[in-house]
């Protein structure tokens, strides 16, 4: 099975922290500024050296992205390809994999699992003439570490458009009279505010397209485990749910979307995650919302090279093509393509705002005032107010989704 995975899988400017926000975005009040790394001297290219602490391998779909843009941003500045540390724990693995790649001398470390973070903060400590990068990650903003800094992306722009592609299917199904339900479900990893952020995005992308459109969320309480996946996304599908949408790392939910049309079900569709389904779903494969992590990977790399100051934070979207969405499948209905085209066009003007408040609500009421970070640990955000003029500010603060609301029209199953 991992040498299919990987078979599937292998088809496949330094910013401020303000830049996380878009160029419209108001100045942020208390916003943690970039850090000096002075201290750190320019590195020739012959003998940078880049480390990657990795929580799963190429068999795992997030964890590939990353390779895939690592590697490019190698390649693009003319280095060598990175030295992988493979499936590490959010434990004192992580330490011990940092401390291992330091002492190959690697200039710039990175780390790609939320949990990872502590474990690298440390190694910073240990290590600070080596720049350490964290994706995911809330705490550089307020570490004090000028050697250390958190990146992600604004997949949530990607998984807003997504949602159009999986709304204007939904809409032909409706308007042809083959279902009369506009229900979705959403496979989520955990109840965290980056699979919040990303099935929000994506409900809000459906209902910009029908209105009436509602979701079901089941968590797997994994990033990747293949059978719990395909197990969520039938349980999903035996409910009535037409469309199908993800927030985890496999190809579970595609496969069994896919085997439930061979079944008989021609009334399912998919949206996955990470990497093109097409290979695994090719009937029932609507798209993939996807990280373009070679774009961080090169700011911080180049910045190591450079001798420079890290930023805070870096998050890109898809005004400096930080994120995108894979090839629209077959299944797709007419006039996606224009509808995304105009979406992103929108997103790149600041003509739309994925989580415009007018669009949406909690408990029926309007919501005006919401959090973006959280200063004690509680996993509830509790300072910086993030709804200014009309809409909230994801990855503004920090580049790590922070929007946690619970809006009318999901419900979470467990």
């Given at each position: 099975?991992k040498?299919?995975?990987?078979l ?6 330094t910013?401020s922290l ?5 160029s ?5 009040s208390?916003?943690?500024?970039g850090?000096?790394?002075?201290s750190?001297a ?11 602490i990795?929580?799963g391998?190429e ?6 992205a990353h390779m ?19 499936n590490i ?20 470390i990175f780390?790609n699992s939320?949990?990872h973070?502590?474990y690298?903060m440390q190694?910073a400590?240990d290590?600070?003439d080596i720049?350490?990068?964290h994706a995911t990650g809330?705490?550089?903003k307020t ?11 604004n997949?949530?722009?990607?998984r807003?458009v997504?949602?159009i ?6 809409k ?5 009279g083959?279902?009369s ?7 989520g990893?955990?109840?965290?505010a980056?699979v919040?952020s990303?099935?929000t995005a ?6 910009s397209?029908?209105?009436d ?6 968590y ?5 485990n293949i059978?719990a996946?395909?197990e969520a ?9 037409v ?6 790392d496999s ?6 979307v896919?085997a439930a049309h061979?079944?008989g079900?021609?009334n399912?569709f998919s949206v996955g995650?990470?990497?093109?389904m097409?290979?695994?779903?090719p009937?029932v ?7 373009n992590?070679?774009?961080p990977y090169?700011q911080?790399?180049k910045t190591?090279?450079d001798?420079g100051a890290?930023?805070t934070d870096?998050?890109n979207?898809?005004a400096e093509?930080?994120v ?7 299944a797709?209905?007419?006039g996606?393509?224009e509808?995304?085209?105009?979406a992103?066009a929108?997103i790149?003007?600041?003509s739309v ?7 949406f609500?909690?408990?029926g009421?309007?919501v ?7 200063t004690d640990?509680d996993?509830?955000p ?20 922070s929007f ?9 199953l467990?």
């Amino acid at each position: 099975m991992k040498k299919f995975l990987a078979l599937l899988l292998a088809g496949l400017m330094t910013v401020s922290l303000a830049a996380c926000g878009g160029s419209t975005a108001p100045a942020a009040s208390g916003a943690a500024s970039g850090g000096s790394a002075s201290s750190a001297a320019p590195a020739q290219t012959s003998s940078i050296k880049v480390g990657a602490i990795l929580i799963g391998d190429e068999n795992e779909g997030y964890t590939y992205a990353h390779m895939i843009g690592i590697e490019a941003a190698c390649d693009a500045l003319g280095i060598e390809k990175p030295i992988y540390k493979y499936n590490i724990g959010e434990d004192q693995a992580c330490y011990d994999a940092a401390v291992d790649l330091a002492e190959q001398g690697c200039n710039v470390i990175f780390a790609n699992s939320f949990g990872h973070e502590t474990y690298l903060m440390q190694a910073a400590q240990d290590y600070p003439d080596i720049y350490f990068a964290h994706a995911t990650g809330t705490h550089a903003k307020t570490a004090g570490l000028s050697n250390f800094c958190n990146f992600f992306d604004n997949i949530y722009e990607a998984r807003y458009v997504s949602g159009i592609v999986a709304g204007m299917k939904l809409k032909e199904l409706m308007d042809a009279g083959s279902i009369s339900d506009p229900y979705i479900g959403y496979v989520g990893a955990y109840p965290y505010a980056e699979v919040v952020s990303g099935y929000t995005a994506f409900f809000l992308g459906i209902r910009s397209i029908v209105p009436d459109a509602h979701m079901d969320v089941t968590y797997t309480n994994s990033w990747f485990n293949i059978t719990a996946e395909g197990e969520a996304a039938n349980s999903l599908i035996s409910r009535g749910c037409v469309i199908i949408g993800q927030h985890a790392d496999s190809t579970g939910a595609p496969s069994a979307v896919q085997a439930a049309h061979d079944a008989g079900n021609a009334n399912v569709f998919s949206v996955g995650y990470n990497v093109d389904m097409l290979s695994v779903a090719p009937d029932v494969a609507l798209t993939s919302p996807q990280n373009n992590w070679e774009v961080p990977y090169e700011q911080i790399i180049k910045t190591a090279m450079d001798g420079g100051a890290l930023e805070t934070d870096y998050c890109n979207g898809y005004a400096e093509d930080g994120v995108m969405i894979s090839t629209l499948g077959p299944a797709c209905a007419a006039g996606t393509q224009e509808a995304v085209d105009a979406a992103i066009a929108g997103i790149k003007d600041g003509s739309v705002h994925v989580f415009d408040t007018s669009t949406f609500t909690v408990g029926g009421a309007a919501v005006t005032s919401a959090f973006a970070t959280d200063t004690d640990g509680d996993f509830t955000p509790d300072a910086d107010e993030a709804i200014i003029d009309g809409y909230y500010h994801e990855s503004y603060f920090q580049s790590a989704p922070s929007f946690s609301l619970r809006i009318d029209g999901i419900t979470e199953l467990n």
